[in-house]
């Protein structure tokens, strides 16, 4: 399965396992993904909900010809429920990030309320590159975490972080060795799922409760950017740059 999921000691585990791709997503994986957190959420005995993925690459965001082939507007996409889940999760979520983190991949980690990472891992947000905008409530939620400037220079750039510039930012808890990556996150979990399920549930309720509205409203504002733009000039020759394995060519395109 390119999503593997697992249950243990009031813990789910949601793994990217699609390793030959980098771990890209495929709409099937999105829906396995929203249906898995829709699973923990419902169950009594899952206490934490935990995303992971390989040593070598948490994820290398959408599978492009799978994204490319759907005709419907974001907001229709299996990716949407998965984020809606995701943000409107009540149980804790903790995100084990090791390699890389692209896209879709780091716009997730926004959602999530504990982020550990491994050294080495690397970060980025390349929206403006590929001709589209910023995503699922990204330009919402990055500039407070990590601030205005800082946020506007990772999405208008779109250049990879390391895992401590993530860190210094606050968009990630925790720099780890590789190799002590997934016992940590694993032990913090374990440690979550120890506490009374209500006083997490509420306490998150709390914590969320101030910017849910306007979550929900940045979330359909960027869909219907998104999905205008991917019909765009400037999408179509990224995407066509980056199946004919070349630089994309900007600049006869003036909107």
Excluded: W
Aim: charged share 25%; with cysteine; glycine share 6%.
């Amino acid at each position: 399965m390119d999503i593997e999921t697992r249950k243990q000691n009031g813990i789910l585990t949601i793994e990217f396992n699609r390793p030959d791709k980098k771990n890209s997503i495929t709409a099937a994986m999105y829906r396995m993904m929203a249906d898995a957190i829709q699973d923990g959420e419902e169950d009594r005995a899952v206490r934490v909900l935990l995303f992971c993925g390989k040593p070598e690459i948490f994820t290398a965001g959408n599978d492009l010809e799978d994204f490319m082939n759907m005709k419907s507007d974001v907001a229709d996409r299996p990716v949407a429920q998965f984020i809606r889940n995701l943000s409107l999760a009540a149980k804790p979520v903790i995100a084990a990030v090791s390699g890389m983190a692209i896209g879709i991949g780091v716009t997730m980690l926004l959602h999530c309320d504990q982020v550990y990472a491994a050294r080495g891992a690397r970060f980025s947000m390349p929206f403006a590159k590929l001709g589209l905008c910023p995503e699922f409530a990204s330009s919402l939620l990055l500039p407070q975490i990590v601030g205005y400037q800082r946020a506007a220079e990772l999405l208008f750039f779109g250049e990879p972080f390391t895992a401590e510039q993530a860190f210094d930012m606050g968009l990630v808890n925790k720099v780890l060795p590789a190799a002590e990556l997934m016992s940590y996150a694993d032990g913090r979990a374990a440690g979550l799922a120890a506490l009374p399920p209500a006083s997490l549930r509420v306490t998150k309720q709390l914590l969320k409760a101030r910017h849910l509205d306007a979550v929900t409203e940045q979330i359909a504002l960027e869909n219907r950017h998104f999905s205008a733009m991917l019909r765009e000039p400037a999408a179509k020759e990224a995407f066509a740059a980056f199946y004919e394995h070349r630089k994309p060519d900007y600049s006869k395109i003036f909107d």
